[in-house]
Protein backbone atom coordinates (compact mmCIF):
# COMPACT_ATOMS: atom_id res chain seq x y z
CA UNK A 1 0.00 0.00 0.00
CA UNK A 2 3.22 2.17 0.80
CA UNK A 3 4.79 1.21 -2.00
CA UNK A 4 1.71 2.24 -4.62
CA UNK A 5 1.58 5.90 -3.19
CA UNK A 6 4.92 6.29 -3.18
CA UNK A 7 4.52 5.19 -7.08
CA UNK A 8 1.94 7.88 -7.15
CA UNK A 9 3.55 10.42 -5.88
CA UNK A 10 6.51 10.00 -8.06
CA UNK A 11 4.48 10.14 -11.31
CA UNK A 12 4.74 13.67 -12.03
CA UNK A 13 8.18 13.62 -11.67
CA UNK A 14 8.58 10.38 -13.79
CA UNK A 15 6.21 11.86 -16.49
CA UNK A 16 8.65 15.24 -16.74
CA UNK A 17 11.75 12.71 -17.37
CA UNK A 18 9.71 11.49 -20.36
CA UNK A 19 10.60 14.33 -22.66
CA UNK A 20 13.76 12.74 -24.14
CA UNK A 21 11.82 9.77 -25.08
CA UNK A 22 9.03 12.03 -26.52
CA UNK A 23 11.93 14.08 -28.55
CA UNK A 24 13.38 10.58 -29.93
CA UNK A 25 10.28 9.47 -30.85
CA UNK A 26 8.95 12.58 -32.52
CA UNK A 27 12.82 12.44 -34.56
CA UNK A 28 11.68 9.27 -35.76
CA UNK A 29 8.33 10.49 -37.18
CA UNK A 30 10.27 12.90 -38.82
CA UNK A 31 12.05 10.21 -40.81
CA UNK A 32 9.27 8.76 -41.53
CA UNK A 33 7.58 12.36 -43.12
CA UNK A 34 11.02 11.90 -45.28
CA UNK A 35 10.14 8.52 -46.37
CA UNK A 36 7.03 9.11 -47.40
CA UNK A 37 7.70 12.01 -49.10
CA UNK A 38 10.34 9.76 -51.28
CA UNK A 39 8.46 7.07 -51.81
CA UNK A 40 4.61 8.42 -51.89
CA UNK A 41 1.36 6.84 -50.38
CA UNK A 42 1.69 3.51 -51.57
CA UNK A 43 4.61 2.72 -49.98
CA UNK A 44 4.80 4.74 -46.89
CA UNK A 45 1.80 7.21 -46.19
CA UNK A 46 2.41 10.04 -44.02
CA UNK A 47 2.50 10.40 -40.76
CA UNK A 48 -0.18 12.70 -39.99
CA UNK A 49 -2.73 10.36 -42.09
CA UNK A 50 -1.86 7.38 -40.27
CA UNK A 51 -2.50 9.61 -36.98
CA UNK A 52 -5.86 10.11 -38.53
CA UNK A 53 -6.82 6.97 -39.52
CA UNK A 54 -6.02 5.66 -36.28
CA UNK A 55 -8.37 8.19 -34.90
CA UNK A 56 -10.83 7.38 -37.05
CA UNK A 57 -10.22 3.46 -36.43
CA UNK A 58 -10.44 4.12 -32.58
CA UNK A 59 -14.17 6.12 -32.82
CA UNK A 60 -15.24 2.83 -35.00
CA UNK A 61 -17.45 0.63 -32.84
CA UNK A 62 -15.29 -2.36 -35.17
CA UNK A 63 -11.67 -1.72 -34.73
CA UNK A 64 -12.68 -0.75 -31.37
CA UNK A 65 -13.79 -4.35 -30.95
CA UNK A 66 -10.88 -5.42 -32.59
CA UNK A 67 -8.31 -3.87 -30.15
CA UNK A 68 -10.28 -5.12 -27.21
CA UNK A 69 -10.45 -8.75 -28.35
CA UNK A 70 -6.44 -8.51 -29.47
CA UNK A 71 -5.42 -6.96 -25.49
CA UNK A 72 -7.83 -9.29 -23.72
CA UNK A 73 -5.70 -12.40 -25.27
CA UNK A 74 -2.35 -10.84 -25.13
CA UNK A 75 -3.05 -9.70 -21.79
CA UNK A 76 -4.31 -13.47 -20.48
CA UNK A 77 -1.74 -15.09 -22.58
CA UNK A 78 0.75 -12.87 -20.52
CA UNK A 79 -0.69 -13.59 -17.98
CA UNK A 80 -1.02 -17.41 -17.92
CA UNK A 81 2.49 -17.38 -18.92
CA UNK A 82 3.55 -15.45 -16.08
CA UNK A 83 1.98 -17.62 -13.57
CA UNK A 84 3.08 -21.01 -14.83
CA UNK A 85 6.28 -20.07 -16.14
CA UNK A 86 7.19 -17.97 -12.61
CA UNK A 87 6.30 -21.13 -10.31
CA UNK A 88 7.91 -23.59 -12.04
CA UNK A 89 11.10 -21.60 -12.72
CA UNK A 90 11.24 -20.83 -8.91
CA UNK A 91 10.18 -24.61 -8.06
CA UNK A 92 13.12 -25.82 -10.77
CA UNK A 93 15.63 -23.83 -8.93
CA UNK A 94 15.17 -24.99 -5.60
CA UNK A 95 16.46 -28.66 -6.72
CA UNK A 96 19.72 -28.87 -8.65
CA UNK A 97 18.35 -31.77 -10.77
CA UNK A 98 15.47 -30.07 -11.99
CA UNK A 99 17.48 -26.75 -13.38
CA UNK A 100 20.36 -28.84 -14.72
CA UNK A 101 17.72 -30.97 -16.53
CA UNK A 102 15.76 -27.88 -17.47
CA UNK A 103 18.30 -26.41 -19.20
CA UNK A 104 18.05 -28.28 -22.79
CA UNK A 105 14.32 -28.59 -22.69
CA UNK A 106 14.36 -24.32 -22.11
CA UNK A 107 16.81 -24.00 -25.20
CA UNK A 108 14.71 -26.12 -27.41
CA UNK A 109 11.37 -24.10 -26.51
CA UNK A 110 13.42 -20.87 -26.91
CA UNK A 111 14.72 -22.22 -30.78
CA UNK A 112 11.69 -23.41 -31.56
CA UNK A 113 10.48 -20.39 -34.08
CA UNK A 114 6.52 -18.90 -32.82
CA UNK A 115 5.39 -19.88 -36.15
CA UNK A 116 5.53 -23.59 -35.92
CA UNK A 117 3.85 -23.18 -32.70
CA UNK A 118 1.08 -21.37 -34.11
CA UNK A 119 0.93 -23.73 -37.07
CA UNK A 120 0.62 -26.87 -34.59
CA UNK A 121 -1.72 -24.99 -32.70
CA UNK A 122 -4.33 -24.40 -35.33
CA UNK A 123 -4.11 -28.51 -35.84
CA UNK A 124 -4.75 -29.07 -32.33
CA UNK A 125 -7.32 -26.23 -31.22
CA UNK A 126 -8.85 -24.89 -34.77
CA UNK A 127 -9.05 -21.36 -35.40
CA UNK A 128 -9.66 -19.52 -32.06
CA UNK A 129 -8.99 -17.76 -28.94
CA UNK A 130 -7.55 -20.64 -27.41
CA UNK A 131 -5.01 -20.84 -30.41
CA UNK A 132 -3.90 -17.59 -29.90
CA UNK A 133 -3.33 -17.35 -26.13
CA UNK A 134 -1.85 -20.61 -26.34
CA UNK A 135 0.88 -19.25 -28.62
CA UNK A 136 1.36 -16.29 -26.52
CA UNK A 137 2.14 -18.71 -23.47
CA UNK A 138 4.56 -21.22 -25.03
CA UNK A 139 6.29 -18.57 -26.57
CA UNK A 140 6.92 -15.90 -23.17
CA UNK A 141 6.68 -19.01 -21.22
CA UNK A 142 10.77 -19.69 -21.51
CA UNK A 143 11.82 -16.23 -20.39
CA UNK A 144 10.20 -16.24 -17.81
CA UNK A 145 11.01 -19.57 -16.50
CA UNK A 146 14.52 -18.64 -17.24
CA UNK A 147 14.33 -15.05 -15.05
CA UNK A 148 12.64 -17.20 -12.49
CA UNK A 149 15.37 -20.08 -12.78
CA UNK A 150 18.39 -17.80 -12.47
CA UNK A 151 16.28 -15.66 -9.56
CA UNK A 152 16.97 -18.87 -7.39
CA UNK A 153 19.42 -20.42 -8.22
CA UNK A 154 21.78 -16.80 -7.85
CA UNK A 155 21.18 -16.00 -4.10
CA UNK A 156 24.49 -15.42 -2.61
CA UNK A 157 25.38 -18.21 -0.29
CA UNK A 158 26.68 -15.60 2.19
CA UNK A 159 23.25 -13.89 2.70
CA UNK A 160 21.81 -17.61 3.04
CA UNK A 161 24.77 -17.57 5.82
CA UNK A 162 23.64 -14.78 7.16
CA UNK A 163 20.08 -15.74 8.13
CA UNK A 164 20.91 -18.73 9.46
CA UNK A 165 22.73 -17.51 11.85
CA UNK A 166 20.06 -15.86 13.27
CA UNK A 167 17.77 -18.71 12.73
CA UNK A 168 15.52 -17.16 10.43
CA UNK A 169 12.34 -19.13 10.52
CA UNK A 170 11.19 -20.61 6.81
CA UNK A 171 8.36 -18.36 6.12
CA UNK A 172 10.33 -15.14 6.84
CA UNK A 173 13.65 -16.81 4.52
CA UNK A 174 10.63 -16.61 1.93
CA UNK A 175 9.58 -12.73 2.64
CA UNK A 176 13.04 -11.62 3.30
CA UNK A 177 15.34 -13.51 1.32
CA UNK A 178 14.04 -15.42 -1.03
CA UNK A 179 11.45 -13.12 -2.91
CA UNK A 180 13.18 -9.69 -3.19
CA UNK A 181 16.13 -11.64 -4.46
CA UNK A 182 13.71 -13.22 -7.30
CA UNK A 183 12.17 -10.86 -7.55
CA UNK A 184 14.97 -8.49 -9.06
CA UNK A 185 15.27 -11.32 -11.89
CA UNK A 186 11.65 -11.54 -12.19
CA UNK A 187 10.30 -8.26 -12.89
CA UNK A 188 12.69 -7.78 -15.77
CA UNK A 189 11.48 -11.10 -17.39
CA UNK A 190 7.89 -10.29 -16.82
CA UNK A 191 8.78 -7.40 -18.97
CA UNK A 192 10.29 -9.35 -21.68
CA UNK A 193 7.46 -11.70 -21.80
CA UNK A 194 5.08 -8.94 -22.09
CA UNK A 195 6.37 -7.80 -25.11
CA UNK A 196 6.82 -10.94 -26.70
CA UNK A 197 3.16 -11.48 -26.36
CA UNK A 198 2.30 -8.29 -27.70
CA UNK A 199 4.20 -9.47 -30.75
CA UNK A 200 3.42 -13.34 -30.37
CA UNK A 201 -0.56 -12.38 -30.28
CA UNK A 202 -0.83 -10.18 -33.87
CA UNK A 203 1.03 -12.79 -35.66
CA UNK A 204 -1.06 -15.88 -34.36
CA UNK A 205 -4.07 -13.94 -35.18
CA UNK A 206 -3.03 -12.99 -38.52
CA UNK A 207 -3.05 -16.40 -39.21
CA UNK A 208 -5.57 -18.19 -37.13
CA UNK A 209 -8.36 -15.56 -36.26
CA UNK A 210 -11.24 -13.57 -37.50
CA UNK A 211 -11.28 -11.14 -35.13
CA UNK A 212 -8.59 -9.02 -33.55
CA UNK A 213 -6.20 -6.75 -35.18
CA UNK A 214 -4.09 -9.31 -36.22
CA UNK A 215 -7.12 -10.46 -38.54
CA UNK A 216 -7.69 -6.55 -39.50
CA UNK A 217 -4.34 -6.47 -40.35
CA UNK A 218 -5.01 -9.26 -42.68
CA UNK A 219 -7.74 -7.49 -44.32
CA UNK A 220 -5.65 -4.36 -45.00
CA UNK A 221 -2.96 -6.61 -46.73
CA UNK A 222 -5.72 -8.09 -49.31
CA UNK A 223 -6.72 -4.64 -49.99
CA UNK A 224 -3.19 -2.95 -50.35
CA UNK A 225 -4.52 -0.44 -47.36
CA UNK A 226 -0.84 -0.02 -46.79
CA UNK A 227 -2.39 3.39 -44.35
CA UNK A 228 -4.57 1.25 -42.34
CA UNK A 229 -1.92 -1.47 -42.06
CA UNK A 230 0.10 1.19 -40.34
CA UNK A 231 -2.46 2.43 -38.34
CA UNK A 232 -2.90 -0.96 -36.63
CA UNK A 233 0.67 -1.48 -36.40
CA UNK A 234 0.21 2.29 -34.73
CA UNK A 235 -2.45 1.27 -32.26
CA UNK A 236 -0.72 -2.15 -31.25
CA UNK A 237 2.56 -0.06 -30.21
CA UNK A 238 0.80 2.87 -29.15
CA UNK A 239 -0.91 0.18 -26.45
CA UNK A 240 2.37 -1.48 -25.66
CA UNK A 241 4.20 1.49 -25.20
CA UNK A 242 1.76 2.79 -22.91
CA UNK A 243 1.33 -0.04 -20.86
CA UNK A 244 4.96 -0.78 -20.09
CA UNK A 245 5.62 3.05 -19.55
CA UNK A 246 2.64 4.25 -17.49
CA UNK A 247 2.38 0.58 -15.47
CA UNK A 248 5.55 -1.55 -15.52
CA UNK A 249 8.10 1.13 -15.40
CA UNK A 250 7.10 3.35 -12.75
CA UNK A 251 6.42 0.02 -10.49
CA UNK A 252 9.95 -1.15 -11.95
CA UNK A 253 11.72 2.17 -10.01
CA UNK A 254 9.56 1.86 -7.13
CA UNK A 255 10.98 -2.07 -6.41
CA UNK A 256 13.97 -1.21 -7.13
CA UNK A 257 15.07 1.39 -5.75
CA UNK A 258 18.04 -0.42 -3.45
CA UNK A 259 19.59 -1.74 -6.73
CA UNK A 260 23.25 -0.25 -7.75
CA UNK B 1 22.42 -29.63 37.89
CA UNK B 2 22.67 -26.06 37.19
CA UNK B 3 23.24 -25.15 33.26
CA UNK B 4 26.51 -23.36 32.77
CA UNK B 5 27.06 -21.07 30.08
CA UNK B 6 29.91 -21.75 28.17
CA UNK B 7 31.37 -22.87 24.95
CA UNK B 8 33.16 -25.88 25.19
CA UNK B 9 35.65 -27.29 21.91
CA UNK B 10 37.07 -30.97 22.38
CA UNK B 11 39.51 -32.31 19.94
CA UNK B 12 37.94 -30.87 16.63
CA UNK B 13 39.39 -30.92 13.40
CA UNK B 14 38.42 -30.33 10.03
CA UNK B 15 39.04 -30.69 6.34
CA UNK B 16 37.76 -29.33 3.27
CA UNK B 17 38.23 -32.17 0.72
CA UNK B 18 41.76 -32.72 1.09
CA UNK B 19 42.56 -29.57 2.72
CA UNK B 20 43.51 -30.26 6.21
CA UNK B 21 42.39 -27.06 7.89
CA UNK B 22 41.81 -27.48 11.27
CA UNK B 23 43.39 -30.35 13.72
CA UNK B 24 42.76 -31.18 16.89
CA UNK B 25 41.42 -27.91 18.31
CA UNK B 26 40.57 -27.47 22.59
CA UNK B 27 39.30 -24.56 24.43
CA UNK B 28 36.50 -23.16 26.60
CA UNK B 29 34.48 -19.63 26.77
CA UNK B 30 33.13 -19.02 29.79
CA UNK B 31 30.19 -16.53 30.57
CA UNK B 32 31.39 -12.83 30.49
CA UNK B 33 34.85 -14.10 29.19
CA UNK B 34 36.93 -12.59 25.48
CA UNK B 35 38.83 -15.01 23.76
CA UNK B 36 40.66 -13.69 21.13
CA UNK B 37 41.81 -16.17 18.22
CA UNK B 38 44.84 -14.37 16.21
CA UNK B 39 46.87 -16.05 13.30
CA UNK B 40 47.74 -16.21 9.66
CA UNK B 41 45.33 -15.47 7.41
CA UNK B 42 43.97 -18.52 5.82
CA UNK B 43 44.72 -20.50 8.92
CA UNK B 44 41.58 -21.05 9.53
CA UNK B 45 40.19 -18.89 11.64
CA UNK B 46 36.92 -18.36 10.20
CA UNK B 47 36.16 -22.16 9.72
CA UNK B 48 36.70 -22.33 13.45
CA UNK B 49 34.21 -19.35 14.19
CA UNK B 50 31.61 -20.85 11.69
CA UNK B 51 32.04 -24.79 13.47
CA UNK B 52 31.66 -23.15 16.44
CA UNK B 53 28.24 -21.44 15.81
CA UNK B 54 27.01 -24.15 14.02
CA UNK B 55 27.42 -22.77 10.42
CA UNK B 56 29.06 -25.50 9.48
CA UNK B 57 29.14 -29.17 10.31
CA UNK B 58 31.02 -30.53 12.67
CA UNK B 59 32.53 -34.12 11.46
CA UNK B 60 35.62 -35.00 13.69
CA UNK B 61 35.87 -33.88 17.53
CA UNK B 62 32.79 -32.07 19.48
CA UNK B 63 31.41 -28.46 19.77
CA UNK B 64 29.24 -27.88 22.89
CA UNK B 65 26.98 -24.74 23.04
CA UNK B 66 25.56 -23.97 25.90
CA UNK B 67 24.42 -20.11 25.62
CA UNK B 68 21.06 -19.46 24.97
CA UNK B 69 21.83 -17.33 22.34
CA UNK B 70 24.31 -16.07 19.96
CA UNK B 71 25.07 -13.41 17.07
CA UNK B 72 27.61 -13.79 14.77
CA UNK B 73 29.40 -10.40 12.93
CA UNK B 74 31.08 -11.56 9.53
CA UNK B 75 34.49 -10.46 7.77
CA UNK B 76 32.18 -8.60 5.55
CA UNK B 77 28.69 -6.84 6.10
CA UNK B 78 26.68 -9.35 4.60
CA UNK B 79 23.62 -6.47 4.40
CA UNK B 80 20.02 -6.88 2.66
CA UNK B 81 20.89 -4.75 -0.12
CA UNK B 82 16.89 -4.56 -0.78
CA UNK B 83 16.25 -3.34 3.00
CA UNK B 84 17.14 -0.19 4.47
CA UNK B 85 19.28 -0.07 7.50
CA UNK B 86 16.94 0.04 10.12
CA UNK B 87 15.63 -3.06 9.07
CA UNK B 88 19.03 -4.37 7.88
CA UNK B 89 19.61 -3.77 11.77
CA UNK B 90 16.08 -5.06 12.85
CA UNK B 91 16.55 -8.10 11.19
CA UNK B 92 17.71 -10.69 13.98
CA UNK B 93 14.97 -9.72 16.20
CA UNK B 94 12.45 -10.09 13.34
CA UNK B 95 13.66 -13.33 13.27
CA UNK B 96 12.48 -14.03 16.70
CA UNK B 97 9.27 -12.44 16.08
CA UNK B 98 9.10 -9.20 17.77
CA UNK B 99 6.49 -6.45 16.30
CA UNK B 100 7.60 -4.01 13.84
CA UNK B 101 7.16 -1.04 16.54
CA UNK B 102 9.48 -2.44 19.21
CA UNK B 103 11.87 -3.86 16.84
CA UNK B 104 12.16 -0.50 14.92
CA UNK B 105 12.49 1.50 18.32
CA UNK B 106 15.31 -1.03 19.23
CA UNK B 107 17.05 -1.02 16.10
CA UNK B 108 17.27 2.79 15.53
CA UNK B 109 18.62 3.31 18.93
CA UNK B 110 21.11 1.26 18.77
CA UNK B 111 21.82 2.40 15.10
CA UNK B 112 22.19 5.98 16.46
CA UNK B 113 24.61 5.03 19.56
CA UNK B 114 26.52 3.19 16.65
CA UNK B 115 27.04 6.79 15.39
CA UNK B 116 24.59 6.47 12.38
CA UNK B 117 22.23 9.45 11.42
CA UNK B 118 18.61 9.31 11.46
CA UNK B 119 18.91 9.82 7.49
CA UNK B 120 21.13 7.30 7.53
CA UNK B 121 18.59 4.54 8.68
CA UNK B 122 16.68 5.19 6.21
CA UNK B 123 19.00 4.40 3.28
CA UNK B 124 19.50 1.49 1.12
CA UNK B 125 23.16 -0.28 2.06
CA UNK B 126 24.15 1.00 -1.75
CA UNK B 127 23.96 4.65 -0.44
CA UNK B 128 26.40 3.96 2.94
CA UNK B 129 30.02 3.97 2.95
CA UNK B 130 32.08 1.24 3.62
CA UNK B 131 32.34 2.08 7.16
CA UNK B 132 28.44 2.59 7.89
CA UNK B 133 28.00 -0.41 6.47
CA UNK B 134 30.08 -1.96 9.39
CA UNK B 135 28.05 -0.15 11.63
CA UNK B 136 25.21 -1.34 10.97
CA UNK B 137 26.15 -4.99 10.59
CA UNK B 138 27.80 -4.66 14.22
CA UNK B 139 24.34 -2.99 15.32
CA UNK B 140 22.00 -6.00 14.05
CA UNK B 141 24.50 -8.16 15.65
CA UNK B 142 24.53 -6.49 19.12
CA UNK B 143 20.93 -5.55 19.09
CA UNK B 144 19.61 -8.59 19.88
CA UNK B 145 21.86 -8.66 22.82
CA UNK B 146 23.26 -12.26 22.21
CA UNK B 147 24.91 -14.27 25.50
CA UNK B 148 27.63 -15.05 23.11
CA UNK B 149 28.88 -13.11 20.09
CA UNK B 150 31.37 -14.29 17.39
CA UNK B 151 33.41 -11.72 15.73
CA UNK B 152 34.99 -12.67 12.56
CA UNK B 153 37.56 -9.43 12.08
CA UNK B 154 34.89 -7.06 12.23
CA UNK B 155 37.09 -3.81 12.71
CA UNK B 156 39.67 -4.90 9.56
CA UNK B 157 37.82 -2.62 6.94
CA UNK B 158 37.54 0.46 9.20
CA UNK B 159 39.85 3.31 10.00
CA UNK B 160 41.52 4.08 13.25
CA UNK B 161 38.92 6.35 14.65
CA UNK B 162 35.61 3.94 13.97
CA UNK B 163 37.66 0.77 14.92
CA UNK B 164 38.41 2.42 18.38
CA UNK B 165 34.67 4.00 19.28
CA UNK B 166 33.57 0.46 18.21
CA UNK B 167 35.73 -1.64 20.32
CA UNK B 168 34.61 1.05 23.20
CA UNK B 169 31.53 0.00 22.45
CA UNK B 170 31.80 -3.41 22.22
CA UNK B 171 33.82 -3.13 25.65
CA UNK B 172 30.54 -1.28 27.72
CA UNK B 173 28.74 -3.98 26.59
CA UNK B 174 30.86 -7.07 27.92
CA UNK B 175 31.19 -5.26 30.89
CA UNK B 176 27.26 -4.45 31.38
CA UNK B 177 25.72 -7.50 29.67
CA UNK B 178 28.28 -10.39 30.48
CA UNK B 179 27.85 -10.85 26.43
CA UNK B 180 31.41 -13.67 25.97
CA UNK B 181 33.10 -13.03 22.70
CA UNK B 182 34.71 -15.71 20.72
CA UNK B 183 37.15 -12.80 18.38
CA UNK B 184 39.17 -13.04 15.77
CA UNK B 185 41.43 -10.78 14.63
CA UNK B 186 44.75 -10.71 12.85
CA UNK B 187 45.82 -7.05 14.77
CA UNK B 188 47.50 -8.22 18.18
CA UNK B 189 46.90 -4.50 19.58
CA UNK B 190 43.62 -5.19 19.00
CA UNK B 191 43.41 -8.18 20.57
CA UNK B 192 45.60 -7.36 23.59
CA UNK B 193 42.84 -4.14 24.00
CA UNK B 194 40.14 -6.70 24.55
CA UNK B 195 40.34 -10.43 25.49
CA UNK B 196 40.59 -12.16 28.58
CA UNK B 197 42.54 -14.65 26.80
CA UNK B 198 44.73 -14.66 23.39
CA UNK B 199 45.00 -18.16 21.55
CA UNK B 200 47.27 -18.47 18.67
CA UNK B 201 46.07 -20.05 15.91
CA UNK B 202 48.95 -21.84 13.28
CA UNK B 203 48.85 -22.50 9.72
CA UNK B 204 48.73 -25.28 8.17
CA UNK B 205 46.88 -26.86 9.76
CA UNK B 206 45.72 -25.14 11.93
CA UNK B 207 46.18 -25.44 15.48
CA UNK B 208 46.53 -23.75 18.60
CA UNK B 209 50.01 -23.14 19.52
CA UNK B 210 50.07 -20.96 22.46
CA UNK B 211 47.39 -19.12 24.77
CA UNK B 212 48.34 -15.87 26.76
CA UNK B 213 46.35 -14.68 29.58
CA UNK B 214 45.83 -10.87 30.06
CA UNK B 215 45.01 -10.63 33.56
CA UNK B 216 44.30 -6.54 34.01
CA UNK B 217 40.47 -5.60 33.79
CA UNK B 218 39.75 -4.08 30.37
CA UNK B 219 38.64 -0.71 31.75
CA UNK B 220 42.33 -0.12 33.02
CA UNK B 221 44.09 -1.10 29.43
CA UNK B 222 45.71 2.30 28.63
CA UNK B 223 47.43 2.62 25.04
CA UNK B 224 50.80 2.56 27.19
CA UNK B 225 49.72 -0.80 28.21
CA UNK B 226 48.29 -2.41 25.17
CA UNK B 227 51.75 -1.45 23.76
CA UNK B 228 54.01 -2.90 26.05
CA UNK B 229 51.88 -6.05 26.53
CA UNK B 230 52.14 -6.26 22.73
CA UNK B 231 55.94 -5.72 22.48
CA UNK B 232 56.18 -8.16 24.94
CA UNK B 233 54.19 -10.89 23.12
CA UNK B 234 55.73 -10.07 19.87
CA UNK B 235 59.37 -11.31 22.01
CA UNK B 236 57.49 -14.72 21.96
CA UNK B 237 58.97 -17.38 19.18
CA UNK B 238 55.42 -19.03 18.49
CA UNK B 239 54.39 -15.28 17.87
CA UNK B 240 57.29 -14.72 15.68
CA UNK B 241 57.25 -17.45 13.67
CA UNK B 242 53.67 -17.49 12.96
CA UNK B 243 53.31 -13.32 11.91
CA UNK B 244 56.55 -13.54 9.85
CA UNK B 245 55.13 -16.65 8.33
CA UNK B 246 51.99 -14.71 7.61
CA UNK B 247 54.03 -11.96 6.64
CA UNK B 248 56.29 -14.00 3.65
CA UNK B 249 52.81 -16.14 2.56
N1 LIG C 1 33.84 -23.55 2.05
C1 LIG C 1 35.12 -23.89 1.81
N2 LIG C 1 35.42 -24.88 0.92
C2 LIG C 1 36.69 -25.24 0.69
N3 LIG C 1 37.75 -24.70 1.27
C3 LIG C 1 37.54 -23.71 2.17
C4 LIG C 1 36.22 -23.26 2.48
N4 LIG C 1 36.31 -22.27 3.40
C5 LIG C 1 37.62 -22.12 3.65
N5 LIG C 1 38.39 -22.99 2.93
C6 LIG C 1 39.85 -23.12 2.98
O1 LIG C 1 40.20 -23.35 4.32
C7 LIG C 1 41.36 -22.62 4.66
C8 LIG C 1 41.08 -21.74 5.87
O2 LIG C 1 40.19 -20.72 5.50
P1 LIG C 1 39.61 -19.69 6.57
O3 LIG C 1 38.98 -20.44 7.67
O4 LIG C 1 38.74 -18.74 5.84
O5 LIG C 1 40.93 -18.97 7.07
P2 LIG C 1 41.09 -17.56 7.82
O6 LIG C 1 39.77 -17.08 8.24
O7 LIG C 1 42.01 -17.86 8.95
O8 LIG C 1 41.74 -16.64 6.84
C9 LIG C 1 41.78 -21.86 3.43
O9 LIG C 1 42.81 -22.59 2.78
C10 LIG C 1 40.55 -21.84 2.58
O10 LIG C 1 40.91 -21.85 1.23
MG1 LIG D 1 38.73 -15.33 7.71
Known amino acids: MNAFLSILRGFPRYLWTGWGAVASILLFVALWELGHQRYGDLVLPAPLETLQRVGQMLSSQGIREDLLITLKRAIWGFLICVGIGSVLGLAAGLFVTASVMSRPIVSVLMGMPPIAWIVLAMIWFGMGDLTVVFTVVVASLPIVFVGALQGTRTLEGHLKEMAQSFRTPLPMMFTDLYLPHVFSYLFPAWISALGMSWKIVVMAELLSTSDGLGAALAVARTQLDTTGALALVVMLVGSLLLIEYLLMEPIKREVEQWRE | ?249
Request: proline content about 4%.
Open chain 2, 1 to 249: MARVAELRVEGLSHRFGRNDVLRDIDFQLGQGEVVSVVGPSGGGKTTLLRLCAGLLDVEEGRVSNRFDSFAFAFQDPRLLPWEISLDNIAYGLKARGMGRRQRHRLASDIGLRFGLELGDLKKFPKELSGGMRQRVAFARALVIEPQLLFLDEPFSALDVGLKRELQRLLVKQVAEQRTSILFITHDLMEAVRLSDRILLLAGDPGRIVQGFGIDTPREQRDDAFVYGETAQLLTHPQIVQSFELSVNA
